[in-house]
């Protein structure tokens, strides 16, 4: 017992408490400083990838820049409608093709299969491989989506550089995107909704349609114009599948050229850089202003129904 | 002593030897008993000894667990509730939350939801209906004119109520209500009780409640469980609420609501 | 076990009731000894002290009300506090009976009536003998005393009427004593009431343990003195 307080005694000693105090402090501060400092550091990189493209490039940016169609040619003249009109037919083919199977997969892995998952019979196993699946997709690089679009849509199905194999193959792309998101917004869904709306006496195909993919919209849509960013900042998927022509396609057979391949081509084919530039800082206000417009429209959801 | 009840109620759901298991595991270990219709009927008992997993079985929602199993028959009125389709038997068998569950939707859409699915389209029918369950649940008056804020704007008292609303919108026989009141502050728990009393006139309504004096204040009848070593639920006392409270018959009963034990 | 500070303050109210109790019993006692002993200065005493015993009732009850408004008793609590609020009032009523013999001790003055002691003072003892036991009863809820306490009444009721007859006749053969011979048939009345109320007391007895609210025998329709 005496040996027990004589020890507690020494053991008080050695940590003084000020000073155990003073050390704890200047840990925090230095960890503190480290956080700021990468923050900083990360902030001016960006800062000044945005800021070289947005000067450099709204030189040449101008009315006639955005209303005429490229040129074609080495000298990059021209402006670039056709591609604009031609990543928003893109964007839309995609998204037409990606959203309700990835919506579909993402329903049925959550609503359908829950009591299945993890289990040792048919429909685990399928469950357990779509998901397996999805998250390599996920990883995959772009390229072989590409690789993948043109070996299956554009030479075996005979789809040639088309919108359609370009939508089918950009739609393979955010496909994991878009069911993985889902997935995690129908997951948020409390049970409380579903259970609610089943006591209602509501089928289960009610239940999943009024009460929960309502309730997880916003984080679908959030996925969905992630996906659309993805698209329209995609070349390399493109480049094999969508051909280059800057015409603007007639159908959904015809080849076309996005903006960001056509960045890629400006740059690696023509001499005009400049323009590269243009369309890169067009680009990255599109990407801006979706970024903004999924912040502002979750805010509206979230707003509308906590009814604050 | 006074009685009003001279007058046997008849029985809504007739339980006959019921068991139910989780698994391996029994929860529920032969339940008969009557619940009285058009009365309220209160299910008291320590944690875990199976009030909740009772109601719910009612309704069938404890099939939405993969491994429940049930044996022993729930009759309603005269039909085994499982040879009745469970979504047309929650139509008639409407159920009241713990925690107040609005869907993230309108008022009027919260209310509107049920009857909705069940085929009704025309908007006027709909507004009467939604008009008639709040007034049943006394919220129109405080919500009439904010039919289109989310439900989910209301405070939790009023979210219950509305939640009670919803239910009364498909114009169920039976309220199940799995401690309607145990996370709302003792005015708009007061408020529901008072509630509840109104709405026995047209339903039969089963209360599950952790909270004595809600018991004794809001119900007729009252249903003792307890669990038993094996953790199999099982009812121990059944009878008037007035007899339950003043003079249990059995000794646990006695113990359990003189605060004794559980 | 839960709950041990309700229970140690019922055991607190329970033990105030049989304080009240021995109140009750020694007044009773001292008001028949002091109407026997014509001893008007205890008589007066008597009276003053009366006060006591209602204070303690109301003590009683302000705990009793509290106890029920802070712990929401039931079932065997609920009864046993209730029945606690009324027999504190019964007892406070046998009080009031002492105190009604000493008023008359008082009225009565030096009146040279001839007076039935024995059968008086018997019956004071006889009473306040039941009301010991049957409070005994009450706080360790002895069914079986409970029932059969009130089979003594019987006894009890057999001295008033022997008193009864015997200052009845005292009146008829002589009219002048009327009025201070009244004053003796309050005595034997009150003895006889006290009597009665401890039959109230073990109905509460088999009240709390059973639930059941029986009447036990007991002359309750006479009226009151």
């Known amino acids: ?101 990835g919506i579909g997969t993402a329903v049925f892995m959550v609503e ?12 685990g196993y399928l469950i357990n491989l779509i998901r397996t699946s999805v998250e390599i997709l996920a990883g995959v690089p772009s ?25 089918l193959s950009g739609a393979c792309l955010v496909l994991p995107l878009i069911i993985r998101t889902t997935e995690e917004a129908l997951l948020t869904v409390p049970k409380s909704y579903r259970e609610g709306s089943l006591a209602l006496g509501t089928t289960k195909w009610q239940m999943i349609f009024g009460v929960v993919l309502p309730s997880a919209l916003p984080g679908i849509i959030t996925g969905i114009v992630l996906s659309v960013g993805r698209v329209i900042a995609e070349t390399a998927v493109f480049w094999v599948t969508l051909g280059g022509s800057y015409r603007l396609p007639k159908n959904l057979l015809s080849s076309g050229r996005t903006m960001a391949l056509h960045v890629y081509m400006l740059a690696s084919e023509t001499t005009a850089f400049d323009k590269a530039l243009g369309t890169s800082a067009i680009l990255i206000v599109i990407i801006i202003l979706l970024n903004l417009a999924i912040n502002i429209s979750s805010k509206q959801f979230s707003k509308k129904f906590s009814g604050k | 002593m006074i009685d009003n009840n001279h007058v046997i109620p008849q029985t809504k759901i007739r339980v006959e030897n019921f068991n139910l298991f989780y698994g391996k595991f029994q929860a529920l270990d032969k339940i008969t008993i009557d619940i009285p219709s058009n009365q309220i009927t209160a299910i008291i008992g320590p944690s875990g000894c199976g009030k909740s997993t009772f109601i719910r079985s009612f309704n069938r929602m404890n099939e939405l667990i993969p491994s429940v199993r049930t044996e022993g028959k729930i009759i ?7 040879e009745i389709d469970p979504v047309e038997l929650r139509k008639q ?78 114009e169920p026989e039976v309220i199940l209500m799995d401690e309607p009141a145990s996370a709302l502050d003792p005015i708009a728990t007061l408020k529901i009780e008072e509630l509840i009393e109104q709405l026995k006139e047209k339903y039969t309504i089963v209360i599950v409640t952790h909270n004595m004096q809600q018991a004794a204040r809001a119900s007729d009848f009252t249903l003792f469980f307890n669990m038993a070593e094996s953790r199999a639920g099982y009812l121990v006392e059944s009878g008037k609420t007035t007899d339950i409270f003043t003079n249990p018959k059995n000794e646990l009963t006695e113990q359990y609501i003189s605060g004794r034990f559980g | ?89 019964e007892l406070e009523r046998m009080g009031d009976y002492a105190k009604g013999i000493a008023n008359n001790t008082i009225r009565l003055g030096i009146s040279d009536l001839p ?111």
């Not at chain 1, 493209?53 to 040449?60: I, L, P, R, T």
């Not at chain 1, 359908?112 to 429909?123: D, F, I, R």
């Not at chain 2, 069940?118 to 009439?144: C, F, N, P, T, Y």
């Not at chain 3, 002290?49 to 039931?74: G, S, V």
């Open chain 1, 1 to 101: 017992m005496i040996k027990d307080i004589s020890l507690a005694r020494k053991q008080t000693r050695v940590i003084d408490p000020a000073k155990n105090l003073h050390q704890r402090q200047l840990k925090q501060r230095i960890a503190f400083a480290l956080i700021w400092l990468a923050g900083i550091i990360a902030i001016t990189a960006l800062l000044f990838i945005v800021g070289y493209m947005v000067s450099n490039g709204f030189k040449v940016i101008n009315l006639e820049f955005l209303t005429t169609r490229p040129a074609g040619g080495v000298s990059g003249k021209g402006g670039i409608s056709t591609t604009i009109v031609t990543t928003i037919y893109l964007v839309l083919l995609t998204i037409t093709i990606a959203a309700p199977l």
């Open chain 1, 112 to 123: 359908y299969t829950t009591e299945y998952a993890g289990k040792k019979n048919l429909v």
């Open chain 1, 143 to 167: 390229i072989i989506f590409g690789l993948f679009g043109f070996a299956v849509f554009v030479s075996y199905m005979k789809l040639k550089f088309s919108l359609l194999s370009a939508g």
């Open chain 2, 76 to 82: 309603l009125d005269s039909k085994d509730i499982f």
């Open chain 2, 93 to 170: 068998v409407g159920m009241v939350f713990q925690r107040p569950n609005p869907f993230p939707k309108t008022i009027f859409e919260n209310i509107a939801f049920g009857p909705r699915a069940h085929g009704i389209r025309d908007h006027r029918i709909l507004e009467e209906i939604v008009e008639k369950s709040l007034r049943q649940a006394a919220l129109w008056d405080e919500v009439k004119d904010t039919l289109n804020k989310s439900g989910l704007a209301l405070s939790g008292g009023q979210q219950q109520r509305l939640c009670i609303a919803r239910a009364l919108a498909v």
């Open chain 3, 1 to 89: 076990m839960a709950r041990e500070l309700f229970e140690r303050k019922i055991k607190q109210i329970q033990d105030e009731i049989l304080l009240l109790g021995s109140m009750v019993e020694q007044a009773t006692l001292d008001s028949v000894t002091s109407f026997k002993d014509r001893d008007i200065q205890t008589a007066k005493a008597l009276i003053e002290d009366d006060q006591n015993i209602n204070d303690k009732r109301f003590a009683i009850e302000n705990a009793i009300l509290i106890l029920l408004a802070t712990q929401q008793p039931l079932a065997h609590d609920l009864r046993l506090l209730a029945a606690m609020l009324l027999v504190a009032n």
């Open chain 3, 115 to 225: 007076i039935p002691y024995r059968d008086i003072e018997k019956m004071g003892e006889l009473a306040v003998s039941m009301l010991h036991r049957s409070l005994s009863a009450f706080i360790s809820e002895d069914i079986s005393q409970a029932l059969a306490i009130p089979h003594e009444d019987d006894e009890v009721d057999a001295l008033f009427n022997k008193c009864y007859r015997t200052i009845v006749n005292g009146m008829i053969a002589n009219p002048a004593t009327i009025d201070d011979a009244s004053l003796l048939l309050w005595v034997v009345h009150n003895l006889e009431r006290l009597a009665d109320r401890v039959v109230n007391i073990c109905e509460r007895t088999v009240f709390i343990k059973s639930g059941e609210m029986m009447e036990m025998d007991g002359s309750e329709d006479e009226v009151e003195g």
